[in-house]
Nanobody, 121 residues
Framework: VQLQASGGGLVQAGGSLRLSCAAS????????MGWFRQAPGKEREFVSA??????YYADSVKGRFTISRDDAKNTVYLQMNSLKPEDTAVYYC?????????????????WGQGTQVTVSS
């Protein structure tokens, strides 16, 4: 199984980025997909998850970020709008088959390599 995250970069506060995570080696539609992030010196934290038509967001990103998936392309997306400097982190995508729609890091079996998002003030 491989998860390949992309789309990170440097953006000014108030700007937008769209992250993508392409999955291979798994039956994508059978998995919940999640996005997490980790800032320097901090623990990895939940951002958002999606399973079928259900979505789940951390309070810190609700109303600004939108998760979506395209099962035909084995890809999950994270549209990030109104970015803030505190959104700066490495963003990881993850997959879980049996964990459901969860924010629990250890429920996810597979992880991507991460993509850096930097928001300048």
């Amino acid at each position: 199984v491989q998860l390949q995250a992309s789309g990170g970069g440097l953006v000014q506060a108030g700007g937008s980025l769209r992250l993508s995570c392409a999955a291979s080696g798994l039956t994508f539609s059978s998995y919940s997909m999640g996005w997490f992030r980790q800032a320097p010196g901090k623990e990895r934290e939940f951002v958002s998850a999606i399973r079928s038509g259900s979505k789940y967001y951390a309070d810190s990103v609700k109303g600004r970020f939108t998760i979506s998936r395209d099962d035909a392309k084995n890809t999950v997306y994270l549209q990030m709008n109104s970015l803030k400097p505190e959104d700066t982190a490495v963003y990881y995508c993850a997959a879980t088959k049996f964990g459901g729609l969860t924010a629990t890091t250890r429920a996810y079996e597979y992880w991507g390599q991460g993509t850096q998002v930097t928001v300048s003030s």
